[in-house]
């Protein structure tokens, strides 16, 4: 079974940073994609980066240039490095993959970008 958690969330000032880290058990990273989310309130679940398992990466417009997606095969995480975090970047961040064509999800981590 696979389980997915996120970890790092945290309250930061507008234009700090937070790393984020999803781990995993019953799955290895490397040998699948790798999506985070974000859910604010109020509004949709919408796909913030994406790691596929060739190692290529994509990002949302919002965030292209401030996040970096990355994985380290070594401990089976995929990190979500976010700079210059902005009031807007506010959500529950979910990292999600799929095996078997069973959707996993994490039980997410907050972020809260505030002064």
């Known amino acids: 079974q696979v389980q997915l958690v996120e970890s790092g969330g945290g309250l930061v000032q507008p234009g700090g940073s937070l790393r984020l880290s999803c781990a995993a058990s019953g799955i290895i990273f490397r040998f699948t994609n790798v999506v985070w989310c974000r859910q604010a309130p109020g509004k949709q679940r919408e796909l913030v980066a994406a790691i596929r398992s060739g190692g290529s990466v994509n990002y949302a417009e919002l965030v292209k240039g401030r996040f970096t997606v990355s994985r380290d095969n070594a401990k089976n995480t995929v990190q979500l490095q976010m700079n210059n975090l902005k009031p807007e970047d506010t959500a529950v961040y979910y990292c999600?993959?799929?095996?078997?064509?069973?959707?996993?999800w994490g039980q997410g981590t907050q972020v809260t970008v505030s002064s």
């Open positions: 999600n993959v799929v095996k078997s064509g069973v959707e996993y």
